[in-house]
Each structure stands twice: as C-alpha cells, then as structure tokens.
C-alpha cells in the first residue's frame, strides 16, 4: 500500500463517516419540540454538511489533477546541490551553536519542499511551522470539527422530549431561562445548541478550506524556477511584521466574504447557517482564523494541519460557550436560552473557567514569560551584570506567581462568582467534594488519584536518573534549561549550561538510548553525567520510600516506547473508578489536570526559576518524533482524549470511557504487540501494523466487555461496537495524525451514531 493508497483509505472513511452522521440525522430522529420543527432543521443540516462534503472532494480531485500536471515544474523538483550556496548566506547562523540551524536548513528543506508539494498550509504560514509528517491532514481539519458536531446534534434527538440529561451524574440541574420569549426545556435548550454547533463547525471548515486554497492561489502566482529559499514559499514574506499585517487583512477579507455568504443565505431563504447570527459569525470567524495563526506561530512544529483545524475549532467552541454563558447573565430576560454545547451546569461554568482562564493568565502574565525566557536563553558570558542574572530570574518568577494568584482569585474568581449565581466558587467545591455517593467518596477518589500520580512520577524520577547523562558545567545554580533555543528545525531545546559531549559508547546508539527523546538524549546529542546536576530533586511528596529503593534494583530501564505507553495504562488504572462511579467529579478534575498543565507548561516552556529545568529534564525522556515543536504536548492530548468522552457528556455509560479504552488500553497493546511480533504491515512507509490493529480491537473490545460483566456499563451489541472498533483501528493504521487526539473523538462519534445498545 503506496502513501497515495493510505491517504484514500483515510479518505473514504472520514468522507463516509460525516455522509453516514448525516444521513442518521435525517432518516434516524423525529424529536418532537412545540417550540420549532426538528425535521426541517434536519434537511438544512443534511445539506450543508453534504456542500461541504462535496467541496471537500473537489478540493482533493483539484489537488491531484495539479500535481499531476506539475511533475515538471522545477519547484517540486528541487536539486539541493543548487539550493545550499543561497541557505547558508539568507540565514545567519546561531550564536550558541554555530551552523546547527543553518546546516539542518539547507538539508532538509529542498527534501521538505518534494515531500510537501501537496500539502495546504495556513494564509501566511511556511512548511517549517508545521509538524514533519508525511500527510497534512486537511481532511482531518476539515470534517472531523463537523462529525463530532453531528455526533453531539444527534444523540440528542434521539433522546425522548421528557428526558433529563444526566439525570444521573451528581451534579445540579442546568440553569434554564424563564421570560417573556420563550420557554424552552434543558433538552430543547441543548437540541438548537448543538444545531448552532454544526453551523459553527461548517463555518470553520469552510474557513480553513478558503484559507488553505488562498495559500494554494497566492503562492502559484509567485512560483518561479527554483526554490524559495527565503522563507520556503515565495508568496510569504521573511519579515515577522509583513506577514502578520498580510494575515490581518486576510482575516478581516475572509469575515466580511462569511458575512456577504449568510446576506446571500438569508436573502435567498436557504437555511444553512441558519442557527449563526450576525454577532456569532463575527466573533467565531475572527477569533478561529487569529487562532490558527496564533497557534501555528507559537506552537512552533508543534502541529499538522489537520490537528490545528481540530484545536482551532475547540478552542473556538469553547469561546462561544464563554461568550454565550455571559451574554445569558448580562441579559437574562432578552436570551431565549443559554446557547453551550453542553448542559449549562456547574460543570461547565468551571471547566470554561479554568482552561479559558489559564490561557488567559498567560496573555496578561506574557512579559514576565518572554523576559525570562530571553534571560535564559542568554549566557552568562554576555550580560552586562551576570551577577544579576538569577536575582532577575527570581523577580520574574515572583512576578508570575503572584500574577497567577491575582489572575485566579480575582478576574476568573469573580467571573466563577457571578456565573454561578454570587456563590463562592471555594466553598462550591469544597462542599461539593463533600456531597458524592458517601461523605468520604470523593476525598478518597481525590487521594487516590494524588497517590497514584506522585508513586509513577517519583518512581520514573528515580528511573530517568539511571539513564540520565548529563555533565553541568556550573555547580553554582546558573545551569538553565531553556527549550527551544537551539534550531527551529531540530525541534527539542538545546540546553544553556549544559554541553553536549559524545558517550563514546557506540552501543546505546544501537540499543535506541539515543534516539530522538530517548533516554540521555536530545535529538541526538548525548549529555554525560546527568547525576552530577545540582537542583534536580526528586518530587517532595515523600512517596519515593524504602519500597522504591527495592524496586529500582530490579526494574530494568525502559526504552521511549514502553516509558509512553506505561502512563496510557495508568489513566486506565486512575480513570477508570471515576468515570464508573463519580462521572460528574471526574470531569471537574479533568478540568483541573488540564489547566495544572497550561501552568506546568509555561514554567518549562518559559524557564520559571525554580522548577523549569526539572519539569523540562523529566518531560524530555518521554518525546518521540511528535514532539518535535516548541511546546511539549503529548500529555494534553493524553489528558484531553480521555476526558473528551466525559466532556462531551457522552449518552451512555459506556460511550463515557471511549477515551480511557481507546487510548490506555488499544493504543497502548496496539503499540506493543506491533513491534514485538508485527509482520505485516500496512505500508512500506509506517510502521503500524495488521497485527497491531487487530490487538487494538480485540483490547477495547474484552476490555469493553469486562465493564459489562462488572456492571459498570450498559448491555451492548458486540458486533457494533467491534465493528466500530476495527474502523478507529484502521483509521490509526492510515493516519499520520496524532491519534491521541483523532481516535477518541473518531471513536465516540461513530459509537454515539452507530448505538451500541
């Protein structure tokens, strides 16, 4: 199977699955409503999802007919021979490591170039701003915001009038809107809700595919003989400045086209996009399209383009809930509902609050980040008073501490407060830690996970030391790890302080111990000596004991692979008990986690003194090829696959750990067994396997069935949700995309239209 073949299978089955999530909508509900006609919403959601389906094929049949036209054009053909004279004199070297990002440069990108012809890319954005992969994933962008949003719009149809969502969650009822314009139940409420979702997502979509043809239009119109050394695209200018004005008026262009496009609608009474006003096709067009440059700018290789539509479109959902959430305070009477995609309960007001929020923090906390990266970055060889240097790292540090305390006890806290009916939202969770199944239930779920979470990250402390090698120059507190200071196109931080030195041991390179974010590396450079850097403690949470001293003498040290797919099976240890008897607490802590690493990732990403070196030592024995950007962010999606379910406030028990089984428990065995006894693979070019994907089915599926055995999930048909299974399981083998963010939602959108019951 060709690369071409793995992206048509991939194709087919996203493509199939949106037209099979429509076709459910309109042939598979009949909610019954006195308030609005749920038939004739469903044929305008048919139809647009079907347009949107159509162009995203005729973009793809568009793309091939021009690379087959072009095979001859010197672009794609490049000789890197001719390219490296004109790299080496447009890029000047580093100063910290003479020639290391030029001399990757001018290798790799004339090979970049040839393996990207066919990629999109966002207005004003270059190759090197993206994740190395060898798909970009536009069909992800495109159709997997809208397949969720279908997911979502029809579980909720199906769902009888008289119903309560979640009526068994332990959480309050969700807040309704009574007044003069309508009266609306909390299902009802929901229903259009999710209908706006689906416009919302259609209106992403069609953004992303204007934006990636743009690019594709722009930059035929600058294509000469010969590369573009400059930038790699000739239509995207070098200067910072140039291509950030280009993409304001872009943006500003693209929002006035969307809003000519909903004139046009309403004009000719087609009711697509009928569901988005005026305000919300603004705000969410402005804010999705500053979001994907923002993203792809600041999390540098940190994305495919597949994945930033995704995280765009998220991020873009939640900032309408926000939006739609305080709109409903401000105006309680003219609101005819509270617009979220999500039951408006206690539940969502903090999850907005605490994942909003802490990017919040970071934006108006964002000098006291920049200035202390900038200081760490620098040597001390080059200050003016080097004596200051770590007095002005600790200043920023206080700055930003207590900047982040300020942040959370007064804008986000009093937003909480309000948002929550002028209730403390202190005292809300300390009494609502209280109020579970039994008084103590949750205080022992919450000692449970803290036990758990300190044991793994103590004991890998104590086993990263042992394959560790680091020599620190300076024993005096100035050793500094900054990430991201070396190459842009190697990816993980170079170190400040610290140099890279051979081992002079032939055989770790040969045993994998000095792969990329393998043990005592960092894409290649080996660091002898880590056991003589001074600040590097073992976590202070007294759980590394006697128990762990006898243990680190038998177990050996673990290679990349194993170290990421032990931390898949212990969510399914952690997460498990929770979502089976406390659904409601879990998706708080969810919250929680996610927003505990916003905050661990700024004080990594930006060296807060004193804890960036270690959270970054500790996070850089857990990289692989994935995570080769600025930020650090396999264990968000992690963290966000398994909570997705819960999120998403999937409709059955079953649907709720999609996430936890499909990552903790058929990734990870997926993973092993392909490498372990794998033979046959899917292509010459991955390394996923036929065997792999069939240990990935047959996993989630008896583990599947164990919940039911234990009574934890509801009766279900086997063959449907096998058969669901094996389709994610395929999807996995074909994508090139990182599927701790596609397979859960893929799965839990597919079981959620398919019905396991």
């Given amino acids: ?84 004279p004109s790299l080496t004199s447009k890029r000047p070297s580093s100063p910290r490591i003479p020639e290391t990002r030029d001399s990757n440069f001018k290798r790799n990108v004339p090979l970049l170039l040839r393996k990207r012809a066919d990629f999109g890319f966002v207005w004003m954005s270059v190759p090197r701003n993206y994740r190395e992969s060898s798909d970009d994933g536009i069909l992800t962008g495109l159709l997997f915001g809208p397949l969720v949003s279908s997911a979502l719009l029809y579980s909720s149809l199906t769902l009888p009038s008289s119903a309560t969502p979640l009526s068994s969650w332990r959480i309050e009822a969700p807040r309704l809107l009574s007044n003069a314009k309508d009266s609306y139940s909390a299902l009802e409420a929901l229903v259009l809700s999710r209908y706006n979702l689906v416009d ?26 010969g590369a573009t050394l400059d930038s790699e695209r000739k239509s995207v200018p070098r200067s910072a400045g140039k291509r950030l004005s280009y993409f304001v008026v872009f943006t500003l262009g693209i929002t006035i086209c969307m809003l000519g496009i909903k004139f046009a ?92 929020g802490s990017f919040l923090t970071g934006f108006v ?16 060889r080059r200050m003016r008073y080097p004596e200051l240097k770590l007095r002005q790292r600790r200043l920023l540090a206080l700055g930003f501490y207590v900047g982040s305390f300020v942040m959370t006890m007064g804008l986000i806290g009093m937003w909480t407060y309000w948002c929550l009916g002028k209730r403390n939202p202190w005292l809300w969770v300390i009494f609502y830690i209280l109020e579970g199944r039994k008084g103590w239930s949750r205080p022992a779920l919450l000692i449970y996970w803290i036990a758990l979470g300190s044991l793994s990250v103590a004991g890998w402390n104590r086993q990263l030391a042992r394959s560790r090698r680091f020599r620190a120059w300076n024993t005096a507190g100035e050793n500094l790890i900054v990430p991201g200071s070396g190459g842009a196109f190697m990816g993980p931080p170079f170190v400040d302080g610290l140099v890279p030195q051979s081992s002079g041991n032939s055989s770790d390179t040969q045993n ?73 607490f879990t998706h708080l802590s969810f919250s929680v986690a996610f927003a505990l690493f916003t905050f661990a990732e700024y004080v990594r990403y930006f060296a807060i003194y004193p804890f960036g070196a270690s959270i970054h030592l500790f996070m850089n024995e857990f990289l692989d090829q994935k995570d080769g950007g600025t930020a650090i962010l396999s264990h968000f999606y992690l963290l966000t696959g398994c909570a997705g379910s819960l999120w998403l406030e999937g409709s059955s028990p079953l649907l709720l750990f999609t996430g936890i089984l499909v990552l903790g428990v058929g990734d990870a065995l997926a993973s092993i067994i392909g490498k372990r006894v794998g033979v046959h693979r899917w292509s010459p070019t991955t390394t996923k396997t036929l065997e792999g994907s069939f240990a990935f089915t047959l996993s989630v599926v008896i583990s599947a069935w164990i919940l039911r055995l234990f009574g934890v999930t509801e009766s279900f048909s086997t063959l449907r949700y096998t058969t669901v299974i094996g389709t994610s399981s395929i999807l996995e083998a074909l994508s090139d995309q990182n599927d701790n963010v596609t397979l859960p939602l893929f799965s839990f959108s597919l079981l959620a239209l398919v019905g396991t019951s």
Wanted: charged share 10%; proline share 5%; aromatic share 12%.
């Fill in 1 to 84: 199977m060709s690369v071409d073949a793995r992206k048509a299978g991939e194709s087919l089955i996203l493509i199939g699955s949106l037209v099979y999530a429509s076709s459910k909508i309109w042939e598979g509900t009949n909610f019954h409503s006195p308030n609005f006609d749920s038939q004739q919403y469903n044929l305008w959601v048919l139809t647009e999802l079907h347009c949107l389906v159509g162009a995203t094929v005729l973009y793809v049949l568009w793309l091939s007919n021009s690379l087959i036209s072009s095979k001859a054009n010197p672009f794609t053909s490049l000789n890197a021979d001719a390219a490296a």
């Fill in 265 to 356: 609608l309403v004009y000719f009474s087609l009711g697509i996009w009928q569901h988005l006003n005026w305000f919300e096709i603004t705000v969410a067009s402005l804010f999705y399209q500053c979001t994907l440059y923002g993203v792809v700018r600041l999390a540098h290789r940190g994305f495919t383009l597949g994945e930033l539509g995704i995280v765009s479109f998220g991020g873009t959902a939640l900032f309408m809930e926000f939006l739609n959430v305080t709109a409903a305070r401000i105006w309680p009477l003219t609101t005819p509902y509270i617009k979220t995609y999500r039951l408006p309960t206690p539940l969502l007001i903090f999850q907005t609050a605490l994942i909003a």
């Fill in 200 to 225: 919302l997502s259609n209106l992403c979509s069609t953004i992303l595919l204007l934006h990636v043809c743009a690019s594709w239009w722009f930059e035929s119109r600058y294509r000469v003989a």
């Fill in 365 to 380: 906390l964002s000098p006291f980040l920049i200035l202390s990266r900038h200081i760490g970055q620098r040597p001390v």
């Fill in 512 to 584: 994998g111990s000095s792969v990329s974010g393998g043990s005592g590396s960092t894409m290649g450079l080996t660091f002898p000596n880590l056991s003589n850097l001074p600040n590097l403690p073992h976590l202070p949470n007294g759980v590394a004991t006697d128990l762990l001293d006898a243990a680190d003498k038998h177990v050996p040290t673990l290679r990349l692979n194993a170290r990421r797919k032990f931390f898949h099976a212990l969510t399914v240890i952690m997460f498990v008990p929770g979502v089976a008897f406390d659904p409601a």
